[in-house]
């Protein structure tokens, strides 16, 4: 098992579909995370969770859910997207230990594409 | 605030070559991390480095090194005798130490760097 996954790869959905995007880490990691990146645009910060909990959210529009269930999957609930949310999600995991700052591991990401 | 500056969009060589990477940061804090990633064409980021802003030594990984200074608030990636197989974007990352919990941990991304090794 690769380190941090992600399904599906690739997803096309129309502005009114609602989908969901899956992350697992197998790393025994406390920390999870997605960015989103769009062409042009450096790599943006959407959520963090620690230990489940939410401690970050960047001014995400509700149009994006995100659901911690336990400490190694983390989802992204979509619905009502727009044409400008097509990107790539990335989910990345974390050992916070507190005391500094770990690397993070990323997944392969999923290419959104709303049409 | 936090600014992770890379002004070379793109940089082609070709095999063999030294090439340098370059990074600019900005931050306010005392402590911090620097990070280097690597994205290939599949998408995943990579992890490369992990500096600590009271380390100021360089590093050097086979044919990667790193020259962090914080009096330019720079810390640049230099591959040597280039591959094809480097060919990929390079991103560099701002981490803020600023407690559990709190935003430690969350990375700024600077634009990144595409490069392309040819043969």
């Known amino acids: 098992e690769t380190g941090v996954t992600q399904t599906p790869r690739h997803l096309v959905m129309g502005m009114t579909n609602k989908k969901s995007l899956k992350c697992e880490q197998h790393l025994g990691h406390n920390a999870m995370y997605w960015y989103k990146q769009s062409a042009k645009k450096p790599l943006e910060l959407m959520f963090v969770?620690?230990?489940?909990?939410?401690?970050e959210n960047n001014s995400v529009p509700s149009r994006f859910s995100p659901e911690c269930p336990n400490s190694s999957h983390l989802f992204l609930h979509l619905h009502t997207l727009q044409p400008e949310d097509s990107a790539l999600y990335l989910c990345?995991?974390?050992?916070?230990?507190?005391?500094?700052?770990?690397?993070?591991?990323f997944g392969d990401g999923t290419r959104l594409s709303i049409l | 605030a936090q600014k992770v500056t890379q002004a070379q969009t793109e940089i082609s060589v070709v095999e063999k070559e030294d090439v340098t990477l370059d990074c600019v940061y900005e931050?306010?804090?005392?402590?911090?991390?620097l990070f280097w990633y690597k994205q290939p064409p599949s998408g995943e980021l990579v992890f490369l480095i992990r500096?600590?802003?009271?380390?100021?030594q360089n590093e050097i990984s086979g044919r990667y090194s790193w020259n962090f200074q914080k009096s330019t608030s720079s810390f640049n990636f230099t591959i040597t005798a280039s591959q094809v197989v480097d060919s990929a974007v390079y991103f560099c990352?701002?981490?803020?130490?600023?407690?559990?919990?709190?935003?430690?941990?969350?990375?700024?991304f600077g634009k990144g760097t595409k490069l392309s090794v040819k043969p």
């Open positions: 990345a995991s974390s050992q916070e230990t507190g005391t500094s700052v770990q690397p993070q591991h």
């Open positions: 500096r600590n802003s009271f380390d100021e």
């Open positions: 990352a701002l981490s803020e130490a600023t407690g559990y919990g709190g935003s430690q941990g969350n990375l700024i």
């Open positions: 931050t306010r804090d005392t402590t911090y991390y």
């Open positions: 969770y620690n230990f489940k909990e939410q401690t």
